[in-house]
């Protein structure tokens, strides 16, 4: 009997080629099908919403979604209606998805933008422009 081995090209602790490239058809499929109102819930289809990122579970039987609402107002509403709509969604992706099995979906807020204002912020701090400003003549860090 032979044994499957390890992959060889992906060794490391963050995601495979294939995660990748799976998360990336859910969220097109998942954009696509939140775009054009396909889901039966009024509440959901009269929101703009935002697929950030989706990350799929080594087994591919999760996959997460980070969405944000347009504007970034009513985040927890948007959470509870794609929560209650999860099973739809499911179905619907699923039409679109070339998988063995439809992936659990779960939804979590995108919060890469919140994270950029902090770091923009962060970067426009007097003391941080001091520190990251061009180094005068004559000084150096090396010694």
């Known amino acids: 009997m032979r044994f499957m081995g390890k992959n060889k090209f992906h060794t490391g602790p963050g995601p495979s080629q294939r995660q990748l490239r799976v998360g990336e058809t859910i969220r097109r499929a998942l954009s696509d099908v939140l775009a054009r109102g396909d889901v039966h819930d009024t509440d959901l289809n009269r929101l703009s919403v935002t697929v950030g990122e989706v990350r799929a579970s080594p087994d591919l039987k ?63 701090r007097a003391e941080v422009k001091r520190d990251t400003g061009p180094v005068p003549a004559g000084e150096s860090d090396t010694e």
């Open 62 to 124: 999760i996959a997460t979604a980070y969405v944000l609402p347009l504007g970034g107002q009513g985040k927890d509403e948007v959470i509870a209606l794609l929560a209650r709509n999860k099973g739809e969604l499911r179905r619907l992706v699923a039409k679109k998805l070339t998988l063995k099995f439809a992936p659990d979906l779960r939804f979590q807020l995108d919060e890469t933008f919140d994270r950029m204002d902090e770091t923009r912020e962060m970067l426009n």
